[in-house]
């Protein structure tokens, strides 16, 4: 393959992962209250789901194929460049892609089974427990706090391995990742948190179309370090 479809080939996955998260978000906000359904009981989040199902894990595949296009990405922006952090950069990327598809993944592989046991009056508190700490330990803290912080350094360590880019490029990937960032306060119940970690994903959504049109316009790959021009 030539250098220029691997750079477009990258261009293209990072649209479509900033894509393919927010069709994703959007359809489990307006079929399953996502994320605020997960303020509520247990017990409730696993009726909303059965009562949804197929829709619910539907956009849950779609939300875990976005963050999964994360390690291609990682693994394409190392191919343009050889700059001193694109290797750290690499593997915080795929860090991060890994940890929140394992989050996202317990909606498709264990959630339908805690959800149909919950109708067994015999088994539905254990379902709730198990749902609720699967919730706790691969959602909060592994897809989500793990997923913040890898995301954000991530972000950060590709636009520090950069050169001659557009200034506005850096502020608003800077501040994205910053935003997301707040996220790892969020179960430390730190007020407006929530807000501007939803708020960083959206500029940082921006920021990753905006990275795949710069990158799919230069598609000639700078030996040493990634130039992308204004």
Do not use: C, K
Not at 32 to 59: C, I, K, N
Not at 87 to 116: D, E, K
Not at 181 to 210: E, I, K, R
Request: positive net charge.
């Amino acid at each position: 393959m030539n250098q220029t479809f691997l750079t477009r080939r990258t261009a293209v996955v990072m649209a479509l992962g900033a894509v393919a998260a927010n069709v994703a978000f959007f359809g489990l906000g307006s079929t399953f209250d996502y994320p605020d359904v997960l303020h509520h009981p247990g017990s409730e989040v696993l009726v909303s789901f059965r009562e949804h199902q197929t829709a619910v894990m539907a956009w849950f595949a779609v939300l875990a194929l976005g963050a999964g296009l994360m390690a291609p990405m990682a693994l394409g922006v190392r191919r343009l460049s050889e700059g001193r952090l694109a290797g750290a950069a690499m593997v915080v990327g795929i860090g991060a892609a890994v940890v929140q598809v394992v989050g996202l993944s317990r909606w498709l592989l264990v959630v339908p089974t805690l959800a149909w046991q919950a109708t067994d009056p015999a088994r539905a508190t254990q379902a709730v427990d198990r749902f609720e700490l699967a919730g706790a330990v691969l959602g909060t803290a592994i897809g989500e706090t793990l997923g913040y912080a890898l995301t954000a350094a991530w972000t950060l360590l590709v636009l520090a391995s950069l050169r001659r880019r557009p200034r506005w490029f850096v502020a608003l990937g800077s501040v994205a990742a910053v935003m997301v960032l707040s996220g790892v306060l969020v179960p430390l119940g730190v007020p407006g948190t929530d807000l501007a970690n939803f708020l960083g994903y959206v500029l940082w959504s921006v920021w990753l179309l905006a990275f795949a049109v710069l990158v799919w316009r230069s598609a000639v790959p700078v030996r040493s370090e990634v130039v992308l021009a204004a």
